[in-house]
DNA sequence: GCCGATTTGTCCGTATGTATC
DNA sequence: CGATACATACGGACAAATCGG
């Protein structure tokens, strides 16, 4: 949908990073350079390069210039940031994905699970239990929490290809913002039926809660991802105190 | 240092949400409303609203207000987050920390060490290898590669005390961006040596490359933490395509 | 369903400050 | 010291989404 200029510019300016028009440690042509290139304000020109620092991609500095820091990195077989779909991952993975449902039941939520999920007690839910292959092997569990109201006429065959593209598409949720958190956990005996962890008796695991561009949750995952087909990628930068 | 208008902004509104002035799901004033309160331009109201949107605290709607999606979490006894010194979070985590060194050598990085860690093949590095003990636990393993020259006059001393104070103090290095690959491992022997792991077989490593605000990277390091007391949260947003 | 008021999203032009060279 | 480059801030304009009457 977005076609401001500042997103014109920070893919492009992304994309020439990408392909080293720009070498590492190089620096990006001037903010105002840029402006005439691209006949707009500054405001815009540096709206798109915040959003490249963001990703690690450069690094403005005062009164110097703005560096290219990109380097292409070792991806393991399966990479996780931002937010995406299994689905969605896969391909950029480039892996065949495959989704076997395990379980699909509606349940209300009690006092446990409320805690655990961030919804209210009572709330109506739609849990889903899905086995994730890449490229023919199980690799992946997923336990899902939907809030039953924000996901009407999800089946268990959309389920086994797209929550989200439903989601998007058909019911025209918009999805805006997800909390996770990761951490290592002992393997549980559903872990060790589907998945053949070769020796490892722990999981990546990351939990996250999803919101709707409403600011109401709709979603609680927990995914449990083999060890050696797991890398979580991430950029911080500090913040002057 | 940010004395900056925007920081005043953002800084009192996190604080606001914090505390509960603002309630979980609620609305805060509008756009408007704020630039009366604070006697400023939009553009800086917006800048901090954006800024606390990046933190996961609120959602801003179009056409509707900012909604406060702000939910204390249950934190683990090692909560990862921006980039921070063990120091730092053992402070935020409210854990008493000590660290013991267990090797502080020159070293000059060869092919392996090259590609491992991001350093040119020739350049001069300085190797730590520390233990993090929190509470007087042993829980995390530091692996540390600095630039020889970033760092002058670091001690084992200073080294078991908070490098990073010491670089942003005394030697007035300047760290701005660092990028993190977090994995699950096999324990090591070196791991087993020093921390009780309690049946688990694997550890949370985080890997990271740090740079200062010139744009060179000045830091390789890797992170090895107990399962038990690791947890990593980060918040995503999902892009309009 | 329409209209106007409100609210957020995008963009512009300009001015001033600060760091680097 | 002057020129260049990024950082902060202002005020204004219009678009797009929402909401109430």
New binding site residues.
């Given amino acids: 949908?977005?076609?401001?200029?500042?997103?014109?510019i920070y893919k492009d300016l992304k994309e020439k990073i990408e392909t080293e028009v720009y070498a590492y440690q190089e620096?990006?042509?001037?903010?105002?350079?840029?402006?005439r290139e691209?006949?707009?304000?500054?405001?815009?020109?540096?709206?798109a390069?915040?959003e490249l620092?963001a990703d690690g991609y450069v690094q403005?500095?005062?009164?110097?210039?703005?560096r290219n820091i990109f380097q292409p990195v070792e991806q393991a077989a399966y990479t996780v940031g931002g937010i995406e779909s299994f689905k969605e991952s896969s391909i950029r993975n480039k892996k065949q994905a495959y989704t076997r449902i395990l379980q699909f039941t509606d349940i209300t939520a009690d006092e446990k699970i409320a805690k655990k999920t961030g919804f209210r007690k009572g709330t109506l839910l739609l849990y889903i239990q899905r086995l994730r292959f890449l490229n023919g092997i199980p690799l992946i569990l997923d336990h899902n929490y939907f809030l039953k109201d924000a996901v009407p006429g999800l089946t268990p065959e959309i389920a086994s290809q797209s929550v989200y593209e439903y989601l998007e598409g058909t019911v025209g949720l918009a999805i805006a913002t997800s909390k996770r958190t990761l951490t290592v956990e002992h393997v549980t005996q559903i872990d060790e039926k589907y998945i053949d962890l070769k020796g490892y008796n722990c999981m990546a695991v990351i939990t996250s809660q999803t919101f709707d561009?409403?600011g109401i949750q709709f979603e609680y995952t927990q995914s449990r991802h083999h060890p050696d087909y797991f890398q979580f990628q991430d950029v911080a930068t500090r913040k002057t105190r």
Same sequence: chains 1, 2.
Avoid at 1 to 8: C, G, Q, T, V
Avoid at 39 to 47: A, E, I, K, L, P
Avoid at 60 to 66: A, E, L, N, R, S
Wanted: with cysteine; charged share 25%; glycine share 6%.
């Fill in positions: 949908m977005p076609k401001a200029i500042y997103d014109h620096m990006l042509p001037s903010e105002n350079t840029l402006v691209y006949d707009c304000s500054r405001n815009t020109v540096r709206r390069i915040a620092t403005p500095m005062h009164g110097k210039g703005v561009d409403n």
